[in-house]
């Protein structure tokens, strides 16, 4: 069986059902079947199999726990005490309503692992404060929702995770290796604003009293520590990512519920119910996507890339570049989550073959796949944007470019110049 059919075969069958509007989890599995009937090893009982072992992983019940606490987070109202006490300090300067945005979603990344949860919830706050202050709608729009791709990146991280199960990679040192890019990329998005503030001569706030600063710190301060509990506990070996889910829900409930006491039970019922329909989103497609990445491995699809690209693992470098340009165009037409859980698998020999580490590709192909979010016709936070912002899809693309392409000169910052993610990870690890 020739492997450029094997791989025509499995490329040509995903991205027609996409192209035909076939929903992400259905299409998945109706490519495993076709994968299956070409390899001439059809078998309803394995693919069903298949499905019920890609989601019995204790690793994956990480996912819904970090989705919990976010929703708890957001409804708790600490994402409002953090944009607070973020505005008490920067709010002063040219434009600080933009910096607002850019460290409020660093520090709520380390909170809620999803850039749809970063929006929604910065969005729903910041951005009305910004067209009151004067800016421009669809700037301020774009703004949270590029800033939102930090969340993927620094831990906890849902797409982290996903990559860590598909990519069989240590989820401990992922979430350790991201913390630097993500703080990278902040760096990026606020050298961008400071040009645009300057350019467009953006408003200036009041600055804040030296008392209305402490008491903002006050407010928020059991919401900052959280990210130290979860990144400390997983670095001194506490507790596993998955427990860190768990502590993550319960730190959140403590402070939403005895601390501010700004949830009540009708609340946390609300959170629950919409925990569970995210999760069951997320956790049906991550069943389907892994049934396709067995069948795919078992096609022997990823020993048949490495072999099309053997010249190109000893360049490393190189690699990686082809690879990130495919993510690219990947992450326009298709949602992460499957991205990550099919594409890993198939990529993973091929970069251990090139001699590369798998935690530092794991976080240039979670970066790559997170800006896919951001470019239409499948960019989950650039509609989420549209509508916490009230704005039209292309206003919001066209303000969206500048920053999208800073945040691809990030990525391919980190291709160049693995060392930024390697020698940090070693710090931290």
Not at 52 to 68: D, E, H, K, M, R
Not at 101 to 115: R, W
Not at 201 to 216: D, H, I, M, T
Not at 346 to 351: K, Q, T, V
Request: proline share 5%.
């Amino acid at each position: 069986m020739n492997g450029i059919d094997i791989i025509a075969v499995f490329l040509s069958a995903l991205f027609f059902l996409l192209m035909v509007g076939v929903p992400i989890a259905f299409g998945l599995l109706l490519v495993s079947a076709v994968m299956l009937l070409y390899i001439g090893s059809f078998s309803p009982q394995m693919l069903a199999q298949a499905v019920v072992f890609g989601a019995n992983s204790f690793t994956l019940l990480a996912i819904p726990f970090f989705i919990l606490a976010g929703e708890i987070m957001s409804a708790g109202s600490i994402s409002k005490r953090i944009v607070t006490f973020v505005a008490s300090l920067v709010g002063h300067v040219r434009g600080g309503l933009g910096y607002v945005v850019i460290i409020a979603s660093t520090i709520f990344a380390g909170l809620s692992g999803s850039a749809v949860a970063d929006a929604a919830a910065l969005g729903a706050i910041l951005i009305p404060m910004m067209i009151q202050m004067g800016y421009d709608r669809a700037t301020s729009v774009a703004l949270v929702c590029a800033s939102a791709m930090i969340a993927p990146i620094i831990p906890p991280s849902v797409p982290l995770i996903l990559f860590g199960v598909s990519g069989q990679t240590s989820i401990g040192r992922l979430f350790m290796a991201g913390i630097v890019p993500g703080l990278i990329i902040a760096v990026a998005l606020m050298i961008l604003w400071y040009i645009m503030a300057k350019r467009n001569n953006y408003p200036v706030g009041e600055r804040a009293k030296a008392s209305e600063v402490l008491q903002a710190f006050k407010e928020s301060i059991f919401a900052l520590f959280m990210p130290f509990i979860i990144v400390g506990g997983i670095r001194f070996g506490i507790f596993t990512p998955t427990e860190a889910g768990c502590i993550a829900v319960v730190y959140a409930l403590f402070i939403s519920v005895v601390v501010y006491r700004e949830m009540d039970v009708k609340k946390i019922v609300n959170v629950l119910i919409q925990t569970s329909k995210t999760t069951g989103q997320v956790l049906l497609v991550a069943a389907a996507a892994m049934s396709t990445a067995w069948v795919v491995t078992t096609a022997g699809l990823p020993q048949q890339v490495v072999v099309s690209m053997h010249d190109f693992t000893s360049t490393p470098t190189l690699l990686l570049v082809i690879i990130a340009v495919f993510l690219i165009l990947l992450g326009m037409v298709m949602d992460s989550t499957p991205a990550i859980l099919i594409f890993a698998p198939i990529f993973m020999p091929l970069i251990k073959a090139a001699g590369i580490d798998p935690v530092y590709f794991g976080i240039v192909m979670v970066l790559d796949l997170m800006i896919g979010l951001l470019t239409p016709p499948v960019g989950t936070v650039l509609f989420v944007g549209c509508g916490v912002g009230n704005v039209r899809l292309g206003e919001l693309v066209q303000k969206l470019w500048p920053f999208i392409l800073v945040e691809y000169g990030v990525l391919f910052l980190f291709i160049f110049f693995p060392d930024l993610v390697l020698v940090p990870m070693k710090w931290f690890m």
